[in-house]
Structures are given as structure tokens and as C-alpha cells.
């Protein structure tokens, strides 16, 4: 079985930051790709970033390139989410996923966190 655990989501105000931790247990982490999505009330949920097995590949939808920055830790079991330059648009609740792949829709991956929510204030 295997558990993602996801930590680190707040209140924040317009332009500040956050730092999106999700460890994984119960498999080998580096087996696995992991995505960042994140679900804002009435809305489906959304690709945010995604990273490969090794972290040598990284891939980000356009709203959040150059302000978001995903990265792992193979050693820890953990991946992460750096938010910079938060909007109040970016509200939402924000889940970590393990794939095999570096997948840009919810889908296709395997398992999923329970989710940390993130609120922009303006």
C-alpha cells in the first residue's frame, strides 16, 4: 500500500510563499513520477507541475512557470512544491500524486494524498 501524506499549505497574502511537502511510504519512491495538482471549489481538478523519476525532468502548466518550482528527494521519500508569487487565483486545495510517468492529467495516476489547502488572500 502505498500512502502520500501531504503538508505545508496555509494562508497566505498576495505575492507571498509556500512550501508544498508530500512524503510517500509503503513502496520505493524512486519508482515513481509525481505530479502536483490542486482543486479550487466548483472546479475540476488541475495539472500544476510534474516531476520525473530521477528529477532530471520537470514539467509545469504556463500559469505557474517561473513561480512554482517542483523537486524531489529521493533519499527522504519526498517531493515538493515551492509556490512563489502566490495570487488569490492559485486558491485551492493542492494534492500530490505517484505515477508512472510525468503525466499532465489527473488519471493517470495510481495514488493520491489526502490534499493541503493553499488560500491567496488579495
Known amino acids: 500500500q502505498v500512502q502520500l501524506v501531504e503538508s505545508g499549505g496555509g494562508l497566505v497574502q498576495a505575492g507571498g510563499s509556500l512550501r508544498l511537502s508530500c512524503v510517500v511510504s509503503?513502496?520505493?519512491?524512486?519508482?515513481?513520477?509525481m505530479g502536483w495538482f490542486r482543486q479550487a471549489p466548483g472546479l475540476e481538478r488541475e495539472f500544476v507541475a510534474t516531476?520525473?523519476?530521477?528529477?532530471?525532468?520537470?514539467n509545469y502548466k504556463d500559469s505557474v512557470k517561473g513561480r512554482f518550482t517542483i523537486s524531489r528527494d529521493n533519499a527522504k521519500n519526498a517531493v515538493y512544491l515551492q509556490l512563489d508569487s502566490l495570487k488569490p487565483e492559485d486558491t485551492a486545495v493542492y494534492y500530490c500524486?505517484?505515477?508512472?510517468?510525468?503525466?499532465?492529467?489527473?488519471?493517470?495516476?495510481?495514488?493520491w494524498g489526502q490534499g493541503t489547502q493553499v488560500t491567496v488572500s488579495s
Open positions: 509503503g513502496r520505493t519512491f524512486s519508482s515513481y513520477a
Open positions: 500524486a505517484a505515477g508512472r510517468n510525468t503525466y499532465v492529467v489527473a488519471y493517470a495516476y495510481d495514488y
Open positions: 516531476i520525473s523519476k530521477s528529477g532530471g525532468i520537470t
